[in-house]
């Protein structure tokens, strides 16, 4: 399986340390040295606002999450170029993924009513009725990114609170991609995969120059850029011209 499709990730965590920078990917919990660099996730909860003012800076983090007794601390922080910051609400469950996928049958197995913050990518599968997400979702905060269908995200809209971005897809949507690291698109992948696609791109993903123009346009339905997209001219003009998400950037190849 292709680092694109892998539906769920891993976390990493780094434990805290008391150097005077630190760099590190996946999940930093607690206050791991002055300075804090290229993070997926940074998680104070928990941590006294004593020591949270110990940190100086935090710099290219994906989100941070607080809790309300650090939050005036957090608040006098220097953060640049972070994805969201948000305090975790008493009586939330924290769900902690750098990819997580709802699928109908993890919703049928859960209680009703419940109220749960996620932080990280979260996909609700096209598969998901509304109806199921009302019974058993009665608050959701999201610190991430939010995909998922527009019915999902109608029944959402009054009990949901999304510090990041948002990714609606047609009720009627097909096959999705995704891709959360880096992903060249070759003409073989692009045989391999579904007609009339959906392609969500979160991290990196380059389009070969070999690739057919008539068989992107086959095989692509829709493209929403949320990271990095490279092309050449032709097949990059294809891909903005069926983009209903651009928070990204495109590159040309050239």
Known sequence: MSENEQMNTPEHEQAPETSAGMEAAGLVRGVAGRVIKAAGLVDLRGVPPEQVAQIESIVAAGAVLGDEGNREALGRIPIKAAGGVAI??????????PNLELTKAMLEGMP?????????????????????VTQKLAAVDVLGILIACQGVHGALMGVAEVTGHLIALPDDVGAVVRNVGQNEVTRDYLERIQDNSAYVNIGQTTIADDVPEELLDRKITSYHNVGQTVAPTPLLNLLKARCPTNLGQFTDAE
């Open 88 to 97: 975790a609400k008493p009586g939330y469950r924290v769900v902690m993924a």
């Open 112 to 132: 009703a009513d419940q109220k749960i913050m996620f932080a990280g990518i979260v996909t609700f599968h096209p598969e998901v009725p509304p109806a199921l």
